[in-house]
């Protein structure tokens, strides 16, 4: 277990630093030299201080060496300055990050129940109107754009029942505390997790489903029931712990997914998270907190990823009994 | 060909699927000519509301342009944009995949480690930096869109190809002293095509989305029209005029979901074994 996770920590770190050399040549990239744009951006463009710049960022240097000084920044968690919000990317990125920790997991913990409760269910009632139901409802959610389910939960909770606040992390100058401002952000966090939630719910709904099937036609099942074990063991206990194995890998595929809709969703709801934060880098052409955001949520999607490799080791039956 | 068809037609989703598709492609191809309204031209006053005028059947926007031209405009970009970023997605992953297959050893290894690291960055923010990087446009919104879909082409056809390569009618061949391209080409992918025309349709639904979610933050092509930006623009005045966002997402919806219900139909189709997971 133990070599099993120094390897897969060594890999992500591997697949970090070749994103981290990605991230500088698509800086490279970017319109402009960047020594008059970041001269520009900070109210001054003579000669000089062009030059001073340059000096400063090493952007003066040859090629490689810039990339050394770069991945040497990052890895000292310097993403770079953006003097748009004239502070470290770094420090802005760290202020947002726990309100997207927040919606993202909650997201995905909205939709992973539901979906293998949704799943469970329709598998259950195979060919029934429930499962026709349950089929209709995930394939209408997995092809609704994330954006317009937002807006749509806007028009429909917000403006005509104003049952739910549209926009925010809490409600501005209320400055409540404790259990009052606990309530407060979870009002404002229902439709932002729940909108991020049910793509997700859908697919997962439609994963758990398809697998149970298939792994109830299995042999094992068969024994199972020949041995006289109750109906609802057996689902509890040898299909459901076996057809979560594909929803545990599709769940870790998706971490990737999930980051990019927290960028639409933050959009949407005005939530200040990094997605959010990404937009406004977007808007603004700010190009360091731009490619500072996607280092960071190339970063979660890998730590994400190990996760789920170590959630596969648990609940796979069969690498338990080998080990 | 025939029996194809008809087993096509045979399942439900498949039918509506194609139906939903050749309405979308009708309306982009014929559309215009019908409703000849620019999208971008001011034909009525703004926030005209739906079904008041039977010229301008859907209202207007906020500068007084035609909701519905907007829409038929806009499944031009939408299809456009969702087949040619599938097409280079392929022409990018299918010679990636079917070399890793065929050579096996240290090539499959390298080709795999790159889908992989490709696979592993979170696709819609690399799409979101490329295209504001190259500058918004149709040829930057299709480039970043086949760029972040095309590691699945690569490993399904590796995989297709690593179980096709052992048969016999290819070991023929490689003793017949056939050269690999020609082996590649005319022995393997044609047998493994059926499961990668399945991927490509549910891969121009998923770019479909992607490109509306990029001209919803405003990356679209500038001159073009598309679902997206009609969303984005209507966004701010979603409280007095609710039909600007809500027409163009049922729009987006509507294809999405055509071209899903199509995958499950070819999926039913070409291979009765392969479950659903396939994605």
């Given at each position: 277990m133990l070599s099993f996770l120094a390897q897969r920590v060594l890999k992500g770190v591997i697949v970090l630093l070749a994103i981290v050399v990605l991230n500088f040549f698509l800086i490279r990239l970017a319109p402009g030299d960047p020594a008059v744009v970041m001269a520009g951006?900070?109210?001054?463009?003579?000669?000089?201080?062009?030059?001073?710049?340059r000096e400063k960022f090493g952007l003066d240097k040859p090629l490689p060496e810039q990339l050394f000084i770069y991945v040497k920044g990052v890895v000292t968690l310097d993403l770079g300055f953006s003097f748009r919000q004239q502070a470290p990317v770094a420090k802005l990125i760290g202020e947002r990050l726990p309100a997207t920790l927040l919606l993202t997991l909650t997201a995905f913990a909205i939709s992973l129940a539901l979906g293998i409760l949704f799943g469970t269910f329709a598998a259950r009632f195979a060919g029934t109107f429930l499962d026709t139901a349950i089929t209709v409802f995930a394939l209408?959610?997995?092809?609704?754009?994330?954006?317009?389910?937002?807006?749509?939960?806007?028009?429909?909770f917000s403006v005509t029942m104003e049952w739910l606040p549209s926009f925010g992390y809490e409600t501005v100058g209320?400055?409540?505390?404790?259990?009052?401002?606990?309530?407060?952000?979870?009002?404002?966090?229902?439709?932002?997790?729940?909108?991020?939630?049910?793509?997700?719910?859908?697919?997962?709904?439609r994963m758990t489903r398809a697998s149970m099937l298939e792994v109830k036609r299995l042999d094992f099942v068969k024994t199972a029931r020949a041995k006289g074990l109750s109906d609802a063991v057996i689902q509890r206990r040898h299909v459901l712990r076996n057809a979560l194995l594909p929803v545990v890998t599709l769940a870790g595929v998706h971490s990737g997914t999930?980051?990019?809709?927290?960028?639409?969703?933050?959009?949407?709801?005005?939530?200040?998270?990094?997605?959010?934060?990404?937009?406004?880098?977007?808007?603004?052409?700010?190009?360091?907190?731009?490619?500072?955001?996607?280092?960071?949520?190339?970063?979660?999607?890998?730590?994400?990823?190990?996760?789920?490799?170590?959630?596969?080791?648990?609940?796979?039956?069969?690498?338990?009994f080998a080990s | 060909m025939k029996q194809?068809?008809?087993?096509?037609?045979?399942?439900?989703?498949?039918?509506?699927?194609?139906?939903i598709l050749i309405l979308a492609i009708a309306a982009a191809l014929f559309g215009p000519l019908l409703f000849p309204n620019s999208p971008w031209r001011m034909v009525q006053r703004p926030f005209l509301p739906p079904f008041t005028l039977s010229a301008v059947p859907l209202g207007t926007d906020a500068l007084g342009r035609d909701v519905f031209a907007g829409m038929i405009f806009g499944a031009r970009v939408s299809l456009l944009v969702g087949l040619v970023s599938t097409l280079v997605a392929l022409v990018v992953g299918m010679p990636i995949g079917a070399m890793a297959g065929y050579f096996g050893g240290k090539v499959d290894d390298a080709l795999m480690r790159f889908t992989e690291f490709f696979q592993t960055i979170p696709s819609f923010a690399l799409a979101i930096v490329l295209v504001a990087i190259l500058q918004p446009s149709i040829y930057s919104i299709v480039a970043s869109i086949a760029l972040v879909s095309w590691p699945p082409v690569a490993r399904l056809v590796r995989g297709e190809v690593?179980?096709?390569?052992?048969?016999?009618?290819?070991?023929?061949?490689?003793?017949?002293?056939?050269?690999?391209?020609?082996?590649?080409?005319?022995?393997?992918?044609?047998?493994?095509?059926?499961?990668?025309?399945?991927?490509?349709?549910?891969?121009v639904a998923?770019?479909?989305?992607?490109?509306?979610?990029?001209?919803?933050?405003?990356?679209?092509?500038?001159?073009?029209?598309?679902?997206?930006y009609m969303v984005g623009a209507g966004r701010t005045v979603i409280r007095q005029a609710w039909w600007i966002t809500v027409f163009p997402g049922v729009a987006i919806l509507i294809s999405v979901l055509g071209l899903n219900l199509i995958g499950e139909g070819l999926n039913d189709a070409l291979n009765p074994r392969l479950s659903r997971e396939g994605r």
């Open positions: 951006e900070a109210g001054a463009s003579d000669q000089v201080f062009v030059k001073q710049l209408i959610f997995y092809a609704m754009p994330l954006f317009w389910v937002a807006l749509m939960g806007i028009l429909l209320a400055n409540l505390t404790g259990l009052a401002h606990a309530v407060d952000v979870a009002k404002h966090l229902i439709m932002p997790a729940m909108t991020l939630g049910l793509f997700f719910m859908a697919t997962y709904t999930l980051i990019g809709g927290a960028v639409i969703t933050e959009t949407v709801f005005a939530w200040p998270g990094i997605g959010r934060l990404m937009y406004d880098a977007l808007l603004q052409r700010d190009y360091n907190l731009l490619l500072g955001v996607f280092v960071i949520c190339s970063a979660m999607v890998l730590i994400f990823n190990l996760i789920t490799d170590l959630v596969y080791r648990l609940v796979d039956p069969r690498i338990e | 194809f068809w008809k087993s096509m037609l045979r399942s439900p989703s498949g039918v509506i699927g194609l139906v690593l179980s096709l390569r052992t048969r016999e009618y290819v070991q023929a061949a490689i003793v017949t002293g056939q050269s690999n391209t020609w082996i590649i080409l005319r022995e393997i992918l044609p047998n493994a095509l059926s499961p990668v025309i399945v991927l490509a349709s549910l891969m998923t770019a479909i989305l992607l490109e509306s979610s990029l001209s919803f933050l405003g990356l679209g092509d500038p001159n073009l029209i598309s679902w997206g």
